[in-house]
């Protein structure tokens, strides 16, 4: 799709430090889930935080989508609760703003990239930042039954998320698996991609909403009129929770998150198994393959300096 520079996270030592990185987590609300068959967002949150979990800002808003608001069952949201909510366009420059210099994460990544081709970028939002999906991240990291949001957050931390089919409650669920992967791995993550790039951001109004905090000052849209946003959700003092010990089994040889896809049954998971074993093999034959090149250098190096000295000596 294009809007995206997709990384991963690795313990083999390639890339940036994971912990070095700021994020940018997002979530949406849809009236569907294919925007092909006329699916709109009806409400968007991010959540940026540090690599070491430290809260930077959060933003939501229900927007309007301009079109029949469907899927109430799921997400709650009826058509009277998007009145006078903005619309995508206005959303932009804000989600512009949080979205620069971050790598941007989601759960199953590849259903806001379906929407971020469809309707923000075609409304201004920049293309090309790096992204991060958190659904293949632990399914190639960790050793799970289940890897939904709110089973996996519930197996890693004994407790069911809040705030589920809420844009801000699901991004800050993702947001404190992605912290807890950061702080409980074996060994240190890196991020294996691109490096975030930095935004032009247009220019916001001073000032603020009462109660909403650094997360939701106004943008702008239309000709320049100040947006009113339309949160569904309160922030709360200190965001994300602190990251908490996990008590679960990280995998031995990491999977290829390419790999990690999709529906990721049986099949899947040995498929993906398999291939991680092979390129452990073939990791190993070439560092043995590396370690008999450069003896082999070594003892000819040697025998060339004793050659050239014994030469010196008989002159």
Known sequence: MGTLRMGAL?????????????????????????????????????????????PV????????????????????????????????????????????????VGHNLDFEQRFLASELVPAGLPTGQSGLCTLRALRSQVDLDRYSLPKASFRLSGH??????????????????????????????????????????????????????????PGMGGAGAPVRWKPRTE???????APSAWRVSWRPNELDPALCGGVFGATERAIAETAARRGVRFRERLAVAAAVTGGIAATAAGG???????GRGGS
């Open 10 to 54: 690795t313990r083999r030592g390639v890339g940036m430090r994971a912990a070095d990185l700021e994020y940018a987590v997002l979530d949406m609300e849809t009236t569907g889930l294919e925007p092909r068959e006329g699916a709109r967002i009806v409400e968007i949150a991010v959540v940026r935080m540090r690599g070491d979990g430290e």
């Open 57 to 104: 800002a959060e933003f939501n808003t229900l927007v309007d989508p301009r079109a029949p608001v469907r899927g109430q069952e799921f997400h709650g949201i009826g058509r009277s609760d998007t009145v006078g909510a903005p619309t995508i366009a206005q959303v932009v420059p804000k989600l512009t703003e949080l979205l620069s210099g971050a790598v941007v």
């Open 160 to 217: 069911w998320p809040t705030g589920q089919h809420t844009a801000l409650g699901d991004a800050r669920t993702c947001a404190k698996i992605l912290a807890e992967m950061l702080a409980n791995a074996p060994g240190e993550l890196r991020y294996r991609g691109p490096s975030p790039r930095h935004f032009t951001v247009p220019a916001t109004p001073a000032g603020g909403l009462p109660g909403q905090g650094e997360g939701a000052r």
């Open 235 to 241: 922030s709360v003092p200190g965001g994300v929770p």
């Open 304 to 310: 060339l300096m004793v050659r050239l000295a014994g």
